[in-house]
């Protein structure tokens, strides 16, 4: 039987989420145990949204490990994600989700509106492995330690989720663009960067 909560817009249903938090802190299993049928896209979103922020270190590399955990479900084609335990045991305050439910509603609700039923067989399977490929490589740049570089695949990761939830291929097309344009631009800074060390040294 389907969901209930899959009628209810995305941006509320992470405000929902926030409000059944109470006041107590929270763990990632818990947050996986209410999200029923749309768990995969919901929780890579709640996950990603912080990463959008710029300039922020810490909570990035924090959810970044869990992050690319289930998007390696989707590659393997699993369909209801998993966290194992010292994963699913960490905690978010009811606070954190609270603020970033405030925080991003506004955009997620931009997003809702231009989005709609497209292009649908890029969020099924098998077309969803090779996205999840996209999100498990968006996932592991945004533990690169260097400033900045946890917005932009955070920013990638946030648009293919929603692509997920609302069955638009066009958005998962411009999620996976906008982060794989991201992570060739760190490969080739990161090979002129070896080039000019190398030719300064002179090997």
């Known amino acids: 039987m389907a969901d ?7 941006s509320d249903r992470l405000a929902q989420l926030a409000s059944d938090a109470g006041d ?32 922020l ?42 603020n970033l439910s405030r925080r991003a509603g506004p955009w997620l609700k931009r997003i809702e509106a231009f989005s709609r039923p497209r292009l649908a067989r890029l969020t099924y399977a098998p077309a969803d492995r090779i996205v999840g490929l996209a999100l498990v490589l968006f996932s592991a ?16 990761v946030v648009i293919v989720a929603m692509g997920l939830l609302q069955r638009d291929g066009v958005l998962v097309l411009i999620g996976s663009a ?17 080039s000019l060390i190398k030719t300064w040294m002179g090997l």
Do not use: M
């Open 178 to 194: 906008l982060g794989t344009t991201w992570i060739a631009t760190l490969l080739i800074a990161g090979a002129t960067l070896a």
């Open 57 to 98: 270190y810490g909570i990035p590399q924090v959810v970044a490990l869990p992050l690319s955990f289930v998007s390696a479900q989707i590659l393997f084609g699993r369909r209801v994600p998993w966290l194992p335990g010292k994963l699913g045991a960490r905690t978010i305050s009811a606070q954190a989700l609270t």
């Open 4 to 10: 209930p909560a899959q009628d209810i817009a995305i």
């Open 24 to 55: 107590t802190t929270v763990t990632l299993d818990w947050i996986l145990a209410q999200l029923h049928e749309r768990a995969f896209g919901l929780f890579l979103l709640i996950l990603a949204l912080p990463c959008c922020i710029p300039l």
């Open 141 to 156: 740049s945004i533990l690169v330690p260097l400033p900045g570089t946890n917005t932009v695949p955070g920013l990638a």
